[in-house]
């Protein structure tokens, strides 16, 4: 299955009652495993989970630490790019090179990577102490 079926398909799972913003997100891991997730929001926001927060979890539980692509899908006009918080969840388990995807459902799609969605991210090489 590719990513964009992938996610796709798992978008359709997403609990979005008070947005009604379905998002849906697929990983492929390292190891080539592809990973979902979507976003489930909760009422007393902003205690939701977004798509790709789920998918990287989903990776991690299964034992595995390494991002080697990414796409995202949104019933948006123009592609949906993630949020702050899970630029910096990518850029914790993928390098800067890896290719993020945002499509939208209506076949839209734009390339980017981690490090141009993050760049001047806050990485563990910044908690050194010389």
């Known amino acids: 299955m590719s990513l964009k ?9 997403a609990h979005a009652p008070y ?17 979902v997730g979507c976003n489930v929001e909760n009422v007393a926001y902003p205690e939701g ?9 989903a990776m991690v539980a299964a034992g595995e630490t390494e991002l080697a692509e990414v796409y995202v ?7 949906v790019p ?12 993928g390098a800067g090179g890896v290719k993020v995807t945002m499509g939208t459902t209506d076949g839209a ?3 980017t990577t981690i490090g141009d969605l ?3 991210a806050f990485d563990a090489g910044h908690m050194e102490r010389s």
């Open 49 to 57: 989970t977004c798509a790709e927060a789920g998918a990287i979890a």
């Open 5 to 13: 079926a992938a996610a796709t398909a798992v978008r359709e799972n």
């Open 82 to 93: 993630p949020c702050g918080g899970c630029r910096q969840k990518l850029k914790e388990f």
């Open 73 to 79: 899908i949104a019933d948006s006009p123009a592609p």
């Open 118 to 120: 993050l760049p001047g």
């Open 109 to 111: 799609e734009r390339e």
């Open 19 to 35: 947005s009604n913003f379905k998002v849906g997100a697929a990983i492929r891991s390292a190891s080539g495993q592809i990973y």
